[in-house]
């Protein structure tokens, strides 16, 4: 078509035109505007261009406003972002922005006014003016890129300037015409770093040693090979390419795919949740610093509540009280620990006292996160349920979060799996039109385009699972920490009341920790629905991460703490209330990244004389003992009879209570139980152990064999290790038991060890019930293995003061 002699578009056939633009970080292609574009010859191109008879300037018929990232190659500056193969080092300035892609469909032309379309971001005008075209043709294409305009010499004055795009017939190659665009460039006034510094000239701390890493947790989007690199470091180019498993292939394959974070998900994340996070933890290191000076010097008082009576007050002091498990300022520290200790003599007329037996036994309360809750709410404040049952459920506690992880990452492998295939097949339907391309000269391109709908839908999904995994892990890891710290502090408890006078550590175990490691078993009494479901599920991961710990006695050298928070070297955080604990050292040995396979050395100061005297020969000298956890848990409470009975207990004796009593026939043959149980002990007693919890919920009848299997299961490993069945072999040369859960699932069972052959029994017969047995003979087989044990329940104090009067009795 032609301009009219007054410059207007009568008669002018229009086509349908996109614009889309491709990082050269990615295969697909982002959609920037669509909509018609007028068919003119080049001399009324040019008329129509400049407008001369309106004298309004430049005129455009689509148009599009975006900012593009420039990415520079490197991994310290891209490190969420790795450009596509054979794109490094083709362009000399080393500065990457990507490629401009039009499109027009000719088949359908029409004669109608100028359609415009705006996107706005901040920074790049691109506008496509007219299409000069010859014959009838389905598909026309256009590529330029955008690099060569970064030059301020291409364009001094800053204004828009044209630029003419080849269009080429996709089915011939051939030339067709030109499309023209107006395009505007303004680059960043801020220097973009070249080199290992990051956008503030500071180093880049790797993402690999992040809290994830921390806390035990492998990034799953590591092995699938998922960007941006969000909690792991870019995977080395060379080393990629050489990696010809299909695992390998596999990672290569997502990487050009981009990013499956969007950009308000990563905002979101960086500057709210993890923001928040980190200045929690700020906050908390900060008054812990005050507690610690405070005690060290009886000159400095930072006490914050010097009128509130000691059990009752909330700024981190030795003992925490049970009361205070909500705060979030003191979750990272066990509450209600306490050291009971039984020593019985025999005592004879004018004779010295005898020794007959001693008991150490540590009770607390449960090693969860009770500050956040046991519910599954999102980062973004909504709550999600997949069904009515998990809405009721107990929601929150680590093992069911981490089992949710893993379902939403078996989920994002299937649609990467889908994304996969589905680019290849698109691939392979373009292969005439790439081979035609080529046959006429033109630089090949491999490009998705944005309106694919097979690819664009596994691509959506793709995100939403990246996006669900990226949070809920890193809501699991800041859980994990607070849990981790305060099973830490419990299980280093344990150990130094087992080289106390009397405990297994002087009894020739000793060199069986440096071998075998430090049995310890947790003796948990928590019920499995409720609240406490959530808190079994916290405290079996805080207990299986202590695995990850060894344990070194070494004198004081008299060489002051530091807790000054600035002090980058290894620190020495002071002990100031106790009299032959000096201070405490926790160092991560591993290299970073090491995620599940994390492992941390901590050092106990001890006060020279009694490290001397009170400290057995074989852990003396830097002998490192690494910890050998042991979970069984068995509820003993009115709740866990309910869960067992089948029905919610609770309700029927409230509502015995106001109708003055429930039929016999309707308790069955319980009636004895839910008649003990309705007593009213002053108010709490059996029901709800003296503090405020939740009536409902649903319960896990499994979890609870479930736990009590995998616990007999290491204990039985451990056994075989420590006392060895095997003719000819000893302690001293027997296999080291597995410390990993994965690695006893892969090893061949052993048959239960005698020393555990009625705890095994116990296990066997516990489903369904109350089976105490369970965890009496558990203490009893960690005792003649000379490990240590602590008794927890949801605050530590009567179910723990019960099984701990047991134990003394025995």
């Known amino acids: 078509g032609s301009l009219s002699s007054s410059g207007g578009l009568e008669g002018v056939p229009f086509v349908k035109t996109t614009m889309t633009f491709q990082r050269h970080d990615t295969i697909f292609e982002e959609a920037l505007a669509s909509g018609s574009a007028p068919m003119l010859d080049e001399p009324s191109g040019k008329a129509y261009i400049h407008n001369p008879s309106s004298g309004l300037g430049p005129k455009e018929a689509i148009k599009a406003r975006f900012c593009p990232r420039?990415?520079?190659?490197?991994?310290?500056?891209?490190?969420?972002?790795?450009?596509?193969?054979?794109?490094?080092?083709?362009?000399p300035d080393g500065k990457y922005v990507g490629n401009i892609r039009l499109e027009a469909i000719v088949r359908n032309t029409v004669n109608r006014s100028t359609s415009n379309l705006d996107i706005i971001d901040n920074c790049c005008d691109a506008t496509s003016v007219y299409d000069?075209?010859?014959?009838?043709?389905?598909?026309?294409?256009?590529?330029?890129?955008?690099?060569?305009?970064?030059?301020?010499?291409?364009?001094?004055t800053g204004g828009k300037i044209p630029v003419t795009v080849p269009a080429i017939d996709t089915a011939t190659g051939q030339r067709m015409g030109s499309f023209l665009l107006l395009l505007r460039v303004k680059t960043p006034q801020v220097q973009i770093p070249l080199g290992n510094q990051s956008r503030i000239g500071e180093p880049l701390p790797p993402a690999s040693s992040g809290l994830l890493s921390v806390v035990g947790m492998d990034a799953i989007t590591d092995e699938l090979g998922v960007c941006p690199y969000f909690d792991y470091d870019p995977p080395c180019t060379q080393n990629s390419v050489q990696d010809t498993s299909a695992a390998g292939i596999r990672r290569r394959q997502v990487a050009t795919m981009g990013s499956?974070?969007?950009?308000?998900?990563?905002?979101?994340?960086?500057?709210?949740?993890?923001?928040?996070?980190?200045l929690e933890l700020a906050n908390r290191h900060d008054e812990y610093n005050k507690s610690i000076v405070s005690g060290l010097s009886s000159e400095t008082d930072f006490d914050d509540e010097p009128n509130v009576e000691l059990f009752k007050r909330r700024n981190p002091k030795p003992f925490r009280p049970s009361n205070s498990r909500g705060d979030a300022l003191l979750a990272g520290i066990g509450f209600n620990v306490h050291v009971q200790s039984?020593?019985?003599?025999?005592?004879?007329?004018?004779?010295?006292?005898?020794?007959?037996?001693?008991c150490h036994s540590v009770t607390h309360g449960a090693p969860a996160d009770h500050a956040r809750g046991f519910g599954i709410q999102g980062n973004d404040g909504s709550r999600t349920f997949e069904s009515v049952a998990e809405a009721n459920a107990a929601r929150g506690g680590l093992r069911r979060l981490e089992a949710k992880r893993a379902g939403i990452a078996r989920e994002l492998e299937t649609y990467l799996s889908s994304l996969i295939n589905s680019v290849g097949e698109y691939f392979k339907s373009r292969a005439q039109t790439a081979a035609v391309m080529q046959q006429a000269g033109l630089r090949p391109t491999r490009h998705v385009a944005p309106n694919i709908s097979s690819i664009s839908f596994y691509r959506s999904k793709t995100t939403e699972c990246a996006q669900r995994l990226q949070a809920l892990s890193w809501e699991i890891a800041v859980r994990r920490g607070n849990c981790f710290s305060q099973a830490l502090g419990i299980a280093v408890t344990s150990y130094l009341t087992s080289i106390s006078d009397g405990g297994p550590g002087w009894r020739g175990y000793a060199n069986t920790w440096l071998r075998h490691g430090y049995l310890i078993t947790f003796e948990g009494l928590l019920s499995a629905v409720g609240k406490e479901l959530g808190m079994i599920e916290d405290a079996s991961v805080a207990v299986e991460m202590l695995r990850m710990v060894h344990v070194v006695l070494v004198p004081d050298d008299g060489v002051s703490g530091t807790v000054n928070k600035n002090e980058s070297s290894c620190r020495r955080i002071p002990v100031p209330h106790s009299p032959y604990v000096r201070w405490v050292h926790l160092a991560h040995l591993s290299k970073k990244g090491s995620g599940s396979k994390s492992m941390y050395r901590l050092e106990i100061g001890l006060n020279q004389s009694y490290y001397q005297s009170r400290v057995p020969e074989p852990l003396k000298g830097g002998a490192a003992v690494r910890f050998f956890p042991v979970l069984y848990q068995m509820g003993v409470d009115i709740r866990q009879w309910g869960v067992n009975a089948g029905r919610n207990v609770t309700s029927q004796i409230k509502e015995r209570n106001k109708v003055g009593g429930v039929p016999s026939a309707e308790l069955g043959d319980n009636s004895d139980a839910a008649t003990e149980a309705s007593s009213d002990f002053n108010g709490c007693g059996l029901i709800d152990d003296g503090d405020d919890d939740d009536e409902g919920g649903?319960?896990?009848?499994?979890?609870?064999?479930?736990l009590n299997v995998e616990g007999f299961r290491k204990m039985n490993a451990y056994a075989h290790s420590v006392f060895p069945t095997t003719a000819g072999v000893t302690a001293a040369t027997s296999p080291i038991a597995a410390f990993y859960p994965s690695e006893h699932a892969q090893l061949q069972p052993l048959p239960p060890h005698p020393i555990l052959s009625s705890l095994s029994e116990a296990i066997k017969t516990s489903a369904g019930k109350m089976e105490h047995g369970v965890l009496d003979k558990s203490a009893t087989a960690c005792q003649r293995m000379g490990g240590g044990s602590t008794v927890f329940c949801k605050s530590g104090k009567d179910r723990t003061a019960m099984q701990v009067t047991f134990k003394q009795a025995q």
């Open 132 to 156: 000069v075209v010859a014959g009838v043709n389905p598909r026309i294409e256009g590529y330029f890129e955008l690099e060569h305009y970064l030059n301020p010499q291409t364009n001094p």
């Open 260 to 278: 499956f974070l969007t950009p308000q998900f990563l905002r979101y994340q960086a500057d709210v949740v993890r923001n928040d996070a980190a």
């Open 698 to 706: 649903v319960a896990d009848n499994e979890i609870l064999m479930a």
């Open 70 to 91: 420039i990415l520079t190659g490197q991994p310290a500056n891209d490190e969420d972002a790795t450009l596509l193969p054979g794109v490094m080092g083709t362009k």
């Open 342 to 358: 039984l020593a019985l003599n025999i005592l004879q007329p004018d004779q010295s006292a005898i020794p007959a037996a001693i």
